[in-house]
């Protein structure tokens, strides 16, 4: 094999335009055109929309490499191009060499007659793509949910479907090399990838069935040769003919577990192929993880399960949905991926589904996963559209696509599940094509057939799922039965239902559910002036895509707080609210396990600085939702539900998979923080399981003391170190007369610009926070509760180093009482 690479410094040029500038690939025009300085920052203010003409206009990248002689001496060379955004043509040294037409697919072309030694020049020139949209749904209309600011028609083009818009995003249409290119030269044959099955069914073993991949180029006699590796030591090996499977035994495997369920470990494949001789042809690695990771569905009291089993332990799926982490995708290093996925996995989540709306993600995500313990529900990228399966040049490309996509992911560990498509079966599915939905024989053919038989084909030890939300059971069109199969619940949000509409939820799985906040002020700071930080203003409407989103948040803040007196508390009071509003559903959720076995609320992130659903934002900061993530989905949780006259069902879940044992500790306060009553008991609980543990009846207190003047303090703590706090109210948080809890903050420096914060409070002072002014900073938690006699300590890590006179004077200390005082 010899590789040249064809990244790297290339120029690009408006095409029908004089002159060019520099361009960086892998990247976009987007990402050219704002490192040459010829246009505005997109996510600022409202330069979103002047430069839509990007999108609008077709674009060329060239440049000129040397071919030495000695690449053409071999049999075949080939243009290998790993990602192409989207309707591509490609010319070397002025010769029509290929074209593409999906940004999703490996294209490979045959250039070798179009090259010569020495100096040689490549052109990819990038045709708009909303022409042929245009055309196409002028054509036949596809039915889908675009809202007004988004591209109808986009359904006809295998492109990032966010691309053109969504509900949390921008229109910004991109183009260009956003993958690797690369020319590939052989002669006798080359490795293109490895089936790799497993076989644990033997105790203490498992068994590695691998069916090399190949192109070969003539007859010659050509071998494989394996090895397994752990921690860098071989732990099998075997060779066969090129062309048969070859079988590999690991004798007292390690297996890998998702986060907080055990350990990691990775194992290292290297295939060898050989000549006769036994030269060095070519070479193949992967990494994977041993283990079994199926989609349980089976009758049970309840009507069908829908569960994820990992070496035989069914567990409950606890995390949220991924977008594309930047609208310019190529800006995606491996740090920036790594950062927001060690926050997945700090906040004890175990699973991430990638929504079909986006991208498949770059190696990097899958890598990291596999690392960190981070299940990956995986999408064909298919979301909120009907989708022209009518048309077998479509089907085509979608099969090619979907082949690609399964070669280059199913050796993941983290891998657990293959599901066709966002939403689709959500009201745009029936009989006939209609205005508003295609017919049930066409969706078929796309998500029943076709999808599965790759999968089958490519990926047999992988669960297909059709859609998401599905019903597998009785009427597919009741998309959220609770009974069977997953669920999008959009009640509260599009419904307005009460945040309490959660607890009457009996679903099995949720793999949708959400509320909305504003970023930090920080990051609105980056995209706003002075004037427009109101969020009223036409630049805070503009970054907020869903058409009722601001009127929601504050429609559900007034229902539960005050409302707050500044600019800056209403963007953290929002928070807050969103916070509450997955607490309230996912500890409900967790209390009924097994019936349902699964949370994953939308959504993690943000393709840019917007107000949003997510827990993280475009910057990287955590929200007040994800610090509330970390401690709700603690391997043991400790939860409780109240009703209004002062009964309390106190809650034990553990998701580990071992016993804990230990001690609930309770406490009724009043406002100022003085103990009303108290007490304590021992409890255990068995492995993967949830449990009512005590039962209060705190009437008497209620009618004494009236809701409003009452905070009930939960703690739990077993022998091997889990803790888990919690508190009830009995009244919303608007109505609770708070005192000045008067915080004190007592700073300690640790050494490597880390500080201890020990919180102390004289009273009760509710989702109390730190912030450094003009600085970021990681936090070990934050929006937590303090209460007298209880000093609260937090870490932190500033971004930049500081004196520890630095810090005092930049902390920053609020709670709630600060949003309205």
């Known amino acids: 094999m010899h590789t040249i690479k064809l990244d790297g410094n290339w120029r690009v040029a408006q095409v029908g335009k004089r002159g060019s500038i520099p361009a960086q690939v892998p990247g976009c025009v987007h990402m050219?055109?704002?490192?040459?300085?010829?246009?505005?920052?997109?996510?600022?203010?409202?330069?979103?929309?002047?430069?839509?003409?990007?999108?609008?206009?077709?674009?060329?990248?060239?440049?000129?490499?040397?071919?030495?002689?000695?690449?053409?001496?071999?049999?075949?060379?080939?243009?290998?191009?790993?990602?192409?955004?989207?309707?591509?043509?490609?010319?070397?040294?002025?010769?029509?060499?290929?074209?593409a037409d999906n940004m999703f697919r490996l294209w490979e072309f045959d250039v070798?007659?179009?090259?010569?030694?020495?100096?040689?020049?490549?052109?990819?020139?990038?045709?708009?793509?909303?022409?042929?949209?245009?055309?196409?749904?002028?054509?036949?209309?596809?039915?889908?949910?675009?809202?007004?600011?988004?591209?109808?028609?986009?359904?006809?083009?295998?492109?990032?479907?966010?691309?053109?818009?969504?509900?949390w995003g921008p229109v910004l249409i991109t183009c260009g090399i956003w993958r690797p290119i690369a020319l590939v030269a052989f002669s006798l044959g080359r490795l293109t990838g490895a089936h790799i099955l497993q076989d644990h069914d033997t105790p203490g073993q498992v068994t590695l069935r691998i069916k090399p991949e190949l192109e070969r180029v003539g007859d010659a006699a050509l071998h494989v040769q394996a090895a397994l590796s752990f921690q860098g030591e071989t732990v099998a090996e075997a060779a066969a003919p090129a062309g048969e499977p070859i079988e590999l035994i690991v004798r007292d495997p390690h297996l890998w577990w998702p986060n907080n369920l055990?350990?990691?470990?990775?194992?290292?494949?290297?295939?060898?192929?050989?000549?006769?001789?036994?030269?060095?042809?070519?070479?193949?690695?992967?990494?994977?993880?041993?283990?079994?990771?199926?989609?349980?569905?089976?009758?049970?009291?309840?009507?069908?399960?829908?569960?994820?089993?990992?070496?035989?332990?069914?567990?409950?799926?606890?995390?949220?949905?991924?977008?594309?982490?930047?609208?310019?995708?190529?800006?995606?290093?491996?740090?920036?991926?790594?950062?927001?996925?060690?926050?997945?996995?700090?906040?004890?989540?175990?699973?991430?589904?990638?929504?079909?709306?986006?991208?498949?993600?770059?190696?990097?995500?899958?890598?990291?996963?596999?690392?960190?313990?981070?299940?990956?529900?995986?999408?064909?990228?298919?979301?909120?559209?009907?989708?022209?399966?009518?048309?077998?040049a479509f089907m085509a490309n979608v099969r090619a696509e979907a082949e690609d996509v399964v070669r280059r992911l199913r050796h993941?560990?983290?891998?657990?599940?293959?599901?066709?498509?966002?939403?689709?079966?959500?009201?745009?599915?029936?009989?006939?094509?209609?205005?508003?939905?295609?017919?049930?024989?066409?969706?078929?053919?796309?998500?029943?057939?076709?999808?599965?038989?790759?999968?089958?084909?490519?990926?047999?030890?992988?669960?297909?799922?059709?859609a998401s939300p599905h019903t597998p059971v009785g009427d597919r069109a009741n998309y959220n039965d609770p009974t069977c199969g997953d669920a999008h619940l959009w009640d509260v949000w599009h419904g307005r239902k009460p945040f309490e509409w959660y607890r009457t939820c009996e679903h099995r799985f949720n793999s949708e559910f959400g509320f909305q906040s504003f970023p930090a002020p920080k990051t609105v700071y980056s995209y706003t002036e002075p004037q427009d930080r109101n969020v009223t203003t036409y630049v805070m409407e503009l970054h907020q895509r869903s058409g009722i989103g601001n009127s929601v948040i504050m429609q559900y803040m007034l229902d539960w707080f005050r409302l707050p007196t500044s600019f800056e508390m209403?963007?953290?009071?929002?928070?807050?609210?969103?916070?509450?509003?997955?607490?309230?559903?996912?500890?409900?959720?967790?209390?009924?396990?097994?019936?349902?076995?699964?949370?994953?609320?939308?959504?993690?992130?943000?393709?840019?600085?917007?107000?949003?659903?997510?827990?993280?934002?475009?910057?990287?900061?955590?929200?007040?939702?994800?610090?509330?993530?970390?401690?709700?989905?603690?391997?043991?949780?400790?939860?409780?539900?109240?009703?209004?006259?002062?009964?309390?069902?106190?809650?034990?879940?553990?998701?580990?998979?071992?016993?804990?044992?230990?001690?609930?500790?309770?406490?009724?306060?009043?406002?100022?923080?003085?103990?009303?009553?108290?007490?304590?008991?021992?409890?255990?609980?068995?492995?993967?399981?949830?449990?009512?543990?005590?039962?209060?009846?705190?009437?008497?207190?209620?009618?004494?003391?009236?809701?409003?003047?009452?905070?009930?303090?939960?703690d739990y703590a077993d022998k091997s170190g889990q803790r888990s706090a919690n508190w009830v109210t009995f009244a919303r948080p608007k109505h609770l007369e708070l005192f000045d809890p008067q915080i004190e903050p007592h700073v300690k420096s640790l050494g490597d610009n880390r500080f201890?914060?020990?919180?102390?409070?004289?009273?009760?002072?509710?989702?109390?926070?730190?912030?450094?002014?003009?600085?970021?900073?990681?936090?070990?938690?934050?929006?937590?509760?303090?209460?007298p006699g209880r000093p609260l300590t937090l870490l932190v890590a500033p971004s930049k180093t500081m004196t520890l006179k630095q810090f005092k004077k930049a902390l920053v200390v609020r709670s709630l009482i600060d949003t309205y005082r």
């Open 112 to 167: 070798k007659s179009l090259l010569k030694p020495g100096r040689n020049t490549i052109d990819v020139r990038f045709d708009s793509t909303i022409p042929y949209i245009q055309r196409r749904q002028a054509e036949r209309p596809l039915p889908d949910w675009s809202a007004p600011h988004e591209i109808k028609g986009r359904a006809y083009v295998r492109k990032e479907p966010c691309n053109y818009g969504w509900d």
């Open 756 to 787: 201890a914060v020990t919180l102390t409070a004289v009273k009760p002072a509710l989702w109390t926070w730190l912030e450094l002014a003009g600085m970021d900073a990681a936090f070990s938690d934050n929006f937590v509760h303090v209460y």
């Open 262 to 392: 055990g350990e990691q470990p990775l194992y290292d494949v290297r295939l060898q192929l050989k000549d006769s001789d036994g030269c060095l042809i070519d070479v193949l690695n992967r990494r994977i993880g041993l283990r079994t990771l199926i989609l349980d569905r089976h009758p049970d009291r309840w009507g069908e399960s829908f569960q994820f089993v990992v070496n035989g332990v069914p567990f409950f799926a606890k995390g949220g949905n991924w977008i594309p982490a930047d609208t310019f995708a190529p800006r995606m290093t491996r740090e920036r991926y790594r950062a927001l996925l060690q926050s997945v996995k700090d906040a004890n989540m175990n699973m991430l589904r990638v929504w079909g709306g986006g991208i498949y993600e770059h190696d990097d995500f899958y890598d990291l996963c596999d690392e960190l313990g981070i299940c990956v529900w995986q999408d064909f990228m298919f979301a909120c559209s009907t989708y022209p399966t009518f048309d077998e």
């Open 32 to 99: 050219d055109l704002l490192a040459a300085g010829k246009i505005p920052d997109p996510f600022y203010r409202d330069n979103e929309l002047k430069v839509q003409w990007i999108g609008e206009v077709d674009w060329v990248y060239s440049r000129s490499f040397t071919v030495p002689s000695a690449l053409l001496q071999h049999e075949r060379v080939l243009l290998r191009c790993e990602g192409l955004d989207t309707f591509a043509a490609i010319t070397l040294n002025g010769a029509p060499a290929g074209r």
């Open 412 to 466: 993941h560990a983290c891998l657990a599940l293959w599901c066709g498509n966002n939403e689709l079966e959500q009201g745009l599915v029936g009989p006939t094509w209609t205005e508003r939905t295609m017919s049930w024989e066409d969706y078929g053919k796309l998500f029943d057939h076709l999808l599965p038989e790759v999968t089958r084909a490519l990926d047999p030890q992988r669960s297909y799922w059709p």
């Open 570 to 714: 209403t963007l953290y009071l929002s928070q807050i609210l969103q916070g509450m509003a997955m607490k309230y559903a996912v500890e409900h959720w967790r209390r009924a396990m097994p019936r349902g076995m699964g949370t994953l609320y939308w959504q993690i992130n943000d393709c840019w600085p917007v107000a949003s659903w997510s827990s993280i934002d475009y910057h990287g900061r955590w929200k007040a939702l994800h610090y509330m993530a970390r401690r709700f989905y603690q391997p043991v949780l400790l939860s409780a539900v109240e009703d209004a006259g002062g009964k309390v069902d106190v809650y034990l879940t553990n998701d580990l998979r071992l016993p804990s044992a230990g001690r609930i500790a309770w406490q009724l306060t009043d406002l100022a923080g003085a103990v009303l009553a108290r007490g304590q008991r021992s409890v255990s609980i068995q492995p993967l399981s949830s449990l009512q543990v005590d039962a209060l009846d705190l009437s008497k207190q209620v009618s004494r003391h009236g809701p409003r003047n009452l905070l009930l303090w939960l």
